[in-house]
């Protein structure tokens, strides 16, 4: 048996594209790994430049949504992919390639010396489909999904990969935490939420600002989401004066373009402090079940960045202090010390 039957699928599929998109189909290499069972390909043109091939392997992939938020997307101003062909039941797409070097390449090649200007750009970028979304664009980010992601915490991170037993107080504190998180983030007010708005999905394009990848699963929610998904990038971090600085600029913007941030500075960061919990703890359970359920073990070198993120949040909120206990036992360390309300 052919060991990679889709591959063979698509290159198939590729080749009776025909004079529409004449492709060195033999040309056909990786372009990008993906945490899902999505996978994308670079192929040459007959001429000049490339373009790229999606392969999402239905039932376990759907391309729709990603059809639907590039449209949506693109229609509030901002750089996505132009879908040259699909074929949604067999789950391939041929797209508009935006080349290789993701913000995450561009900060390590340049270190660090060009970050002003990427976050700048990607923050005004974020501005701009949030001030364009309408309600109903795109599913709800509501009380179910947000506690499904959170989870993935207990059954992921703290059972399989630090293997650690809670009993049944722990549980109830945890459940309790839970319940304080998502009541924060619904008390938001809603916009478009890409979901994964961070330095491996923004390409470098030069003027058009960031290109924009791996946003099929985008909600209307909390208005923080996004923004502390960039700022607090599970990939790369910064100092917290720099992030705060750029968290200001962002919030700034968003007052211009009349977005409804909270109009005290303070109160604004609260909510994101929170969301990014929310986030992070989802963070950690996603990326033990990468490495212990998909065999994809590098998601464990960003784990630290990720429970740093979380710990300092934990010890600036009493009202969060028994999550902060328990996270405390769970990566068997002592209590810190240090809440504000």
């Known amino acids: 048996m052919n060991p990679d039957a889709r591959l063979e699928e698509l290159c198939a599929w590729l080749a009776r594209l025909g004079k529409d998109h004449p492709l060195r189909v033999d040309t056909i290499r990786p372009a990008s790994t993906d945490a899902s069972f999505r ?25 729709g949504p990603f059809v639907h938020a590039a449209e949506v997307f693109a229609a509030a101003g901002v750089r996505v992919p132009r ?10 797409l041929l797209l508009e390639d935006f080349g290789a070097t993701t913000y995450l390449e561009r900060l390590a090649l340049d270190k660090g ?3 002003d200007r ?9 501005v701009r489909f ?16 947000l506690m499904r992601e959170l989870e993935l915490y207990p059954e992921w991170y703290v059972a ?3 293997g650690v037993v809670l009993d049944n107080d722990e549980r109830r504190r945890l459940r309790e935490a839970f319940d304080r998180l998502v009541d924060a983030a619904l008390a938001q007010p809603v916009v478009h939420v890409h979901r994964d708005y961070h330095s491996r999905n923004l390409m470098v394009l030069g003027e058009d600002g960031p290109g924009i990848l791996d946003f099929q699963d985008a909600v209307e929610g ?28 962002y919030w700034e913007a968003a007052r211009a373009a009349r977005l409804p941030v909270a109009p005290d500075f303070g109160e604004f960061y609260r909510d ?6 929310q986030r992070q703890l989802k963070v950690l359970g996603i990326f033990a079940r990468l490495s212990h359920r998909d065999g994809k073990h590098r998601y464990l070198d960003d784990m630290p960045r990720v429970l740093g993120y979380l710990r300092r949040t934990l010890g600036r909120y009493g009202a969060l202090g028994g999550l902060a206990r328990l996270v405390d036992r769970i990566e068997a360390d002592q209590p810190r010390v240090g809440y504000t309300s």
Do not use: N
């Open 39 to 63: 996978r994308y390909f670079r192929i040459d043109r007959q001429r000049e430049g490339s373009v790229i091939a999606m392969d999402a392997p239905p039932p376990a992939e759907d391309c």
């Open 83 to 92: 879908i040259l062909a699909a074929e949604l039941e067999r789950g391939f």
């Open 113 to 115: 010396r060009d970050a």
């Open 118 to 126: 990427l976050y700048r750009e990607a923050s005004d970028a974020l």
């Open 130 to 145: 949030q001030a364009a979304g309408r309600p109903g664009g795109f599913p709800p980010y509501d009380r179910a999904l």
């Open 160 to 162: 399989r990969h630090r």
């Open 222 to 249: 909390p208005i923080t989401y996004d923004a502390v998904s960039l700022f607090r990038d599970a990939y790369v971090d910064w100092p917290e004066d720099r992030e705060i600085d750029w968290v200001v600029r």
């Open 272 to 277: 994101y402090e929170w969301m990014g919990v």
